[in-house]
């Protein structure tokens, strides 16, 4: 929907690059969100068990300190350039490595899904995400980061 809304002016050559583009901007967003749900929400109905009937059940959620990686803001500066490596990284990649990579190890899907999804076959799917995964690691070592 978003290539033909926004780009169906332009050339036909012009679409498939664009149309990748925002697949993997989807799929970025799209883990990003489940991410931040997944680790700020917390079902409130686990606290009706409390004793106070009127008591605030934020009140009741203990913050591991150790886990928590806004603890401090320097805990929170070295996370936020981590993450601009990795994505930087992950640009570096060939386009088809990349999809590879962020269908089956950020989508979570199995290489059958990711090889329907790609349109090629299960061991194509094993050979990039091969490839990516050890050119990931050879940057991001070359940066420094180790896992």
């Known amino acids: 929907m978003r290539l033909a809304e926004k780009y169906s002016s332009r050339p036909a050559e012009e679409l498939p690059p664009l149309f990748q583009r925002i697949l993997q901007n989807a ?11 997944a680790g700020h929400m917390v ?12 008591a605030d059940p934020l009140e009741a959620i203990e913050i591991d300190e150790e886990h ?11 996370q936020a350039e981590t993450l601009g490596l990795i994505e930087e990284a992950l640009q570096n ?3 088809r490595q990349r999809e590879a ?6 989508e979570g899907l199995d290489i059958a899904e990711t090889a329907l999804a790609m349109g090629c076959t299960e ?9 990516a995964t050890s050119a990931l690691a050879i940057a991001l070592k070359a940066k420094d980061i180790k896992p």
């Open 101 to 106: 990579f962020l269908l089956r190890y950020w």
């Open 123 to 131: 061991g194509s799917v094993k050979t990039h995400c091969s490839r």
């Open 27 to 37: 799929i970025r967003d799209s883990y990003r969100r489940s991410r931040t749900r």
């Open 93 to 95: 990649l060939p386009p």
């Open 68 to 78: 928590n990686p806004f603890a401090t803001p320097h805990a929170a500066l070295l």
């Open 43 to 54: 079902q409130l109905s686990s606290f009706d068990s409390l004793d106070d009937e009127f």
